[in-house]
């Protein structure tokens, strides 16, 4: 393996620690967003989230294929004879990047516990509205108004 083709690698693991940090700092900020009760912040950060996690699987799969045209397979183990053959600089990247991944997962399990915490309030909110409605829901799959339909089968026009 030359200098070069390892510098290629050692450059896409370092492009990978640029993408995760700014993931891993996204979503700390959309756990903020997600505790202060900012939608419109949510909204953007899932567009970013989305371009970001674009950019690191791409990145992710043209690592891949040059460790593959080096010989190595995209595998834990493969991974690991690189490193071993890259040396010190690489390994302390390629732990680095596997530190802050472990990171960007941790912040998007807690972000998915807060959102799942969100809605089980907010069908807890239209449970208790819904308790006192004879008509059960009030609106169909559909959108439309169940109480309006049921009202002019009876000749009465609601609303």
Request: hydrophobic residues 40%; proline residues 1%.
């Amino acid at each position: 393996m030359t200098s070069a083709e390892q510098t290629k690698v050692t450059d896409f693991i370092n492009q990978e620690i640029a993408l995760m940090t700014a993931l891993a700092e996204l979503l700390q900020k959309e756990s903020t967003a997600l505790l202060d009760n900012e939608i419109s912040a949510l909204n953007q950060f899932t567009q970013e989230k989305s371009i970001l996690v674009n950019q690191v699987n791409e990145l992710e799969k043209q690592r891949a294929m040059q460790l593959s045209a080096l010989g190595f397979a995209n595998t834990l183990d493969g991974i690991a004879l690189f490193l071993d053959r890259a040396g010190d600089e690489v390994q302390a990247s390629w732990q680095q990047l596997l530190k802050i991944t472990e990171l960007a997962r941790e912040n998007n399990r807690s972000n998915g516990l807060l959102i799942n915490r969100r809605l089980q309030q907010s069908q807890a909110g239209l449970d208790a509205l819904q308790q006192n409605n004879p008509a059960g829901n009030l609106y169909g799959p559909s959108g439309q108004s169940l109480t309006n339909s049921a009202l002019k089968g009876r000749g009465v026009k609601a609303g």
